[in-house]
């Protein structure tokens, strides 16, 4: 059930109920606006909004359980990475860097590329050549990824990164771009309001890095999967990839520890650039 199929369900419960809209959204802690822009698909309601919309219609446990359900099923979102490359890899970019204007914290996971936010040009166009994009959409690409870095330099922002150790040694470019790749990370971590961590491969682990995930303020996740970027707003779900993020954070490597970390990395690269 998509979103337009579960607001036309709720009016017609609600139609069915012979209640009215205003006394149904009083009821469920609503506007009536909100209320009406739920019905006409015009806003995706959460499960807690339907949970309330329902009781206040008066539904059955039975049906109230059903509609919940395809409430935490449509707050699940997927589109195919083939699809975003139709429209414009770089609009991707332009529609990130708008969600990263209205946030106010942004917490990203990453176990396997350095992230967006912290790539160089280099490191960015060796991520990207693997989309076969033409030399336009690749710089538009690259361009619109530089033009989001911005959002590093904002101190109203709360910015956290997690990352795991096999980031900093995964050869997407030659030795000595990647010893420039890990000076900026090593930079950027020295601002106020940025959060950069490693979870080093010499400790016990307790969870698994199964992909990367982006958590914007408490209300929406992005995963990436091999074929699709899905976003993710139900609370209970959003919740789960915080706690798995706030997991990695505290067994991580931070401050001057991360930093010597990174700074051993990038000397063994310089040495294997300066012997190759």
Request: no cysteine; charged share 25%; net charge neutral.
């Amino acid at each position: 059930m998509n979103r337009a199929q579960l607001g036309a369900a709720l009016r017609a419960l609600r139609v069915a109920s012979d209640k009215e809209a205003k006394a149904v959204a009083r009821s469920a802690l609503m506007s009536p606006s909100k209320l009406s822009k739920i019905e006409n698909a015009k806003l995706a309601p959460s499960t807690t909004d339907v949970e309330r919309i329902l009781t206040a219609i008066g539904v059955s446990d039975e049906v109230k359980a059903e509609y919940t359900e395809a409430a935490r099923a449509s707050a699940t979102e997927a589109t195919a990475w083939r699809l975003l490359k139709r429209m414009g890899v770089h609009k991707g970019q332009q529609a990130a860097k708008a969600l990263e204007a209205q946030m106010s914290m942004l917490r990203l996971f990453q176990p396997a590329l350095v992230p967006g936010l912290l790539q160089t040009p280099e490191y960015i166009r060796a991520i990207l050549q693997r989309h076969n994009l033409s030399e336009d959409a690749l710089t538009q690409t690259i361009n619109g990824r530089l033009e989001r870095q911005a959002v590093l330099y904002d101190n109203t922002k709360s910015l956290r990164f997690v990352i795991t150790e096999p980031v900093l040694r995964w050869r997407i470019v030659p030795p000595q771009m990647m010893a420039a790749q890990l000076d900026r990370i090593a930079s950027i971590s020295r601002l106020s309001h940025v959060d950069i961590r490693v979870v080093p491969l010499e400790i016990q682990q307790h969870d698994i890095a199964n992909h990367a995930f982006v958590i914007r303020d408490d209300r929406m996740a992005t995963v990436e999967t091999v074929h699709a970027e899905v976003v993710v707003t139900d609370p209970r779900d959003v919740d789960l990839y915080v706690e798995k993020f706030e997991g990695f954070q505290r067994i991580a490597l931070t401050g001057e520890d991360m930093r010597n970390l990174i700074e051993d990395i990038r000397n063994n690269f310089l040495r294997e650039q300066e012997t190759g």
